[in-house]
């Protein structure tokens, strides 16, 4: 069975840059699509990016394109986010698709989830 697990989350000041991963355990292959998603106090869970099993394919919310990018290696996930801003702050959640081709945008198409790191950022 899949499992997800998060790492990286904090508390920073606008303006700073911050680095989540996601590592995958209990999956031999690597042939599965990933995505990040967060959720804010009182918001529906909201993607952010997502990328094919050979990471040749991203995709991005316009919340965060140009800011913050999606990336793999082996089995680790990663979401480099820069230029971050108080209405980053949220629940940050990685997910996983077997299905490694298609990314979508939904979260409900994501079976596997993480557990949740919390980024907070000040003004």
């Known amino acids: 069975q899949m499992q997800l697990v998060e790492s990286g989350g904090g508390l920073v000041q606008a303006g700073d840059s911050l680095r989540l991963s996601c590592a995958v355990v209990?999956?031999?292959?690597?042939?599965?699509?990933m995505g990040w998603f967060r959720q804010a106090p009182g918001k529906e869970r909201a993607f952010l990016a997502a990328?094919?099993?050979?990471?040749?394919t991203t995709s991005y919310a316009d919340s965060v394109k140009g800011r913050f990018t999606i990336s793999r290696d082996q089995n680790t996930l990663y979401l480099q986010m820069n230029s971050l801003k108080p209405e980053d702050t949220a629940v940050y959640y990685c997910?996983?698709?077997?299905?490694?081709?298609?990314?979508?945008?939904?979260?409900?198409?994501?079976?596997?989830w993480g557990q949740g790191t919390q980024v907070t950022v000040s003004s």
């Open positions: 990328i094919t099993w050979s990471g040749g």
């Open positions: 209990g999956h031999r292959n690597s042939d599965y699509a």
């Open positions: 997910a996983a698709k077997i299905d490694g081709i298609t990314i979508p945008t939904i979260a409900t198409r994501y079976p596997y």
